[in-house]
């Protein structure tokens, strides 16, 4: 199992961040994939027509969305955190994403910096 740690600033407030990763209609215009998402926790999800899916375990707008990505079989359970930070009309997004099956980690690198944060910020910034 790896952990994944990233950073990445965005120009917009955060307010604008939190709904464009918890809206799954906004969540579809940046990543270009269906996104079923009910903003409750404790209730499941599907991104990117499928490739990810798992449980919403905390949301607290505009700073705080937890996840718990399913990797079928896996014992321990994978957990992603997004903190989100207002510094100077900008924000500052922290990803943690902890418990990645070893061979899963490159690919799940790989699309958080391309797919999910790259995307994002090329969306919002555009």
């Known amino acids: 199992m790896k952990d994944l740690k990233k950073t990445i600033h965005i120009k917009v407030p955060r307010e604008e961040v939190y709904n ?15 996104t079923v998402m009910d903003n409750r926790p404790d209730t499941e ?9 798992g449980r919403i375990k905390t949301l607290e707008s505009p700073s ?21 930070f207002e510094e ?21 690198e790989i699309g958080w910096k391309e797919y999910y944060l790259g995307a994002l910020k090329t969306y919002l910034e555009t």
């Open 20 to 34: 464009a990763i918890t809206n799954p209609l906004t969540i579809e215009l940046w990543s270009g994939y269906q």
């Open 88 to 108: 100077k009309g900008k924000t500052r997004i922290e990803l943690n994403h902890s418990n990645i099956p070893d061979d899963a980690f490159e690919n799940i």
């Open 64 to 84: 705080l969305l937890e996840q718990i990505w399913d990797f079928g079989d896996q014992e321990a359970e994978s957990h992603v955190r997004i903190e989100l």
């Open 45 to 53: 999800f599907s991104m990117f027509d499928g490739d990810i899916t």
